[in-house]
T-cell receptor, first 111, second 111 residues
Framework: DQQVKQNSPSLSVQEGRISILNCDYT??????FLWYKKYPAEGPTFLIS?????DKNEDGRFTVFLNKSAKHLSLHIVPSQPGDSAVYFC??????????FGTGTSLTVIP | GAVVSQHPSRVICKSGTSVKIECRSL??????MFWYRQFPKQSLMLMAT?????????EQGVEKDKFLINHASLTLSTLTVTSAHPEDSSFYIC???????FGQGTRLTVV
């Protein structure tokens, strides 16, 4: 049972434009959400997070939005850069630090 | 920031042998660490939760006798894949309890 879903396996964006990666979840008990960036054969790198009591968190070019009523979160990258090309995973946390991951979205930023 | 070091990054072993993967927390004490497995083009799947000084907690469907987890100290957790078979070939990743900082991952290939 996939509790965290990323329905777009891939996304291509022109350099300088906005990249929007989406994530949906089913469990209303998740209290913390995170985005990770991953290169092949490497462990994920933490990018940005948001608590369930907030609806937006911004860090430089990265902004995460949370819509609890829709059980949806998104990651906005603006402006997108070629170095942003990677697989992005969203993750949701239950209390006790148990994380559930989406299946990932492969982002390609075209120079 | 918190750093998790995982070793080895790659290992090739013969079918029937055992392989040990180490996960170390370098600048903090981790009472809990998590072990994940990733199949190609799939999400990270939680295998087990490693608890310092006590038995690991395994997710449903994960064979305890095949994937031995030891968390003997606050800085080291190990995963041993026993009697490895080709279907165990995968990417194994550990993470800490803090913001889920991840190790670099281990690519296991069983031939």
């Amino acid at each position: 049972d996939q509790q965290v879903k990323q329905n777009s396996p891939s996304l291509s964006v022109q350099e300088g434009r906005i990249s929007i990666l989406n994530c949906d979840y089913t469990n209303s008990m998740f209290d913390y959400f995170l985005w990770y960036k991953k290169y092949p054969a490497e462990g994920p790198t933490f990018l940005i997070s948001i608590s369930s009591i907030k609806d937006k968190n911004e860090d430089g070019r990265f902004t995460v939005f949370l819509n609890k009523s829709a059980k949806h979160l998104s990651l906005h990258i603006v402006p997108s850069q070629p170095g942003d090309s990677a697989v992005y995973f969203c993750a949701a946390r239950l209390t006790g630090n148990q994380f559930y991951f989406g299946t990932g979205t492969s982002l390609t930023v075209i120079p | 920031g918190a750093v998790v070091s995982q070793h080895p990054s790659r290992v090739i072993c013969k079918s029937g042998t055992s392989v040990k993967i180490e996960c170390r927390s370098l600048d903090f004490q981790a009472t809990t660490m998590f072990w994940y497995r990733q199949f190609p083009k799939q999400s990270l799947m939680l295998m087990a939760t490693s608890n310092e000084g006590s038995k690991a907690t395994y997710e449903q469907g994960v064979e305890k006798d095949k994937f031995l987890i030891n968390h003997a100290s606050l800085t080291l957790s190990t995963l041993t894949v026993t009697s490895a078979h080709p279907e165990d070939s995968s990417f194994y990743i550990c993470s800490s309890e803090r913001e889920a900082f991840f190790g670099q991952g281990t690519r296991l290939t069983v031939v």
